[in-house]
């Protein structure tokens, strides 16, 4: 059975840092593309970012370039997305996501950790 | 940045065929995939490929396209289809992945 697991999320302040974690098994971690996607309360799914198989190519999208951070430990099946500079426009439920190919159908989604930024 | 247009909402009988729309300057040359997501639930890929479905989904789902829009439709819904669905694909340029604004489906 395939699971993805986020940990991480909580509450922060404006202009703080978090780091999501995603515990990947039931398939092989280290031949997927790996991405981010968050959907803020009440609203729509949104690409955040993504990552190849070996680590040598991310991508981001405009909204958070810059402050976030795409990573993978493929000898832990962990995906890693550390956030800097922290908005209040941030707070969503990230889902760890997961395809063959970065361009291809999301086949595998975690349950999603919620992150807020507040004051 | 690019858009994946869909309507916001879509009502429809138990029984009748619902119909979800998605229209994107770069369909014709890109896939398209639908999700559906329940409340409080992780989306969930059920098609891909503008028309293939993963093994599972009931065939009362079904997916096509014809030039700048792809159409998700329902045939024969059910209280249980009531959700809400995504598009998704990749922008002209091939570098981002985008997803349409979502269409949440009501079963009167």
């Known amino acids: 059975e395939v699971q993805l697991v986020e940990s991480g999320g909580g509450l922060v302040q404006p202009g703080g840092s978090l780091r999501l974690s995603c515990v990947a098994s039931?398939?092989?971690?280290?031949?997927?593309?790996m991405h981010w996607v968050r959907q803020a309360p009440g609203k729509g799914l949104v690409w955040v970012s993504r990552i190849n198989s070996d680590e040598s190519s991310t991508s981001y999208a405009e909204s958070v370039k810059g402050r976030f951070t795409i990573s993978r430990d493929n000898a832990k099946n962990t995906l890693f997305l550390q956030m800097n500079s922290l908005r209040v426009e941030d707070t969503a439920v990230y889902y760890c996501v997961s395809n063959d190919f970065w361009s291809g159908p999301i086949d595998y989604w975690g349950q999603g950790t919620l992150v807020t930024v507040s004051s | 940045s690019y858009e994946l247009t869909q309507p916001s909402s879509v009502s429809v009988s138990p029984g009748q065929t619902a119909r979800i729309t998605c229209s994107g300057d770069?369909?014709?040359?890109?896939?398209a995939n639908w999700y559906q997501q329940r409340p409080g639930q992780a989306p969930v890929l059920i098609i891909y490929?503008?028309?293939k479905r993963p093994s599972g989904i009931p065939e009362r789902f079904s997916g096509s396209s014809s030039r700048t829009t792809v159409t998700l439709t329902l045939s024969g819904v059910q209280a249980e289809d009531e959700a809400d669905y995504y598009c998704q694909s990749v922008d002209s340029s091939g570098t981002y992945v985008v997803f349409g604004g979502g269409t949440k489906l009501t079963v009167l």
């Open positions: 490929k503008d028309n």
């Open positions: 770069a369909l014709p040359k890109q896939y």
């Open positions: 039931g398939f092989t971690f280290s031949n997927n593309w």
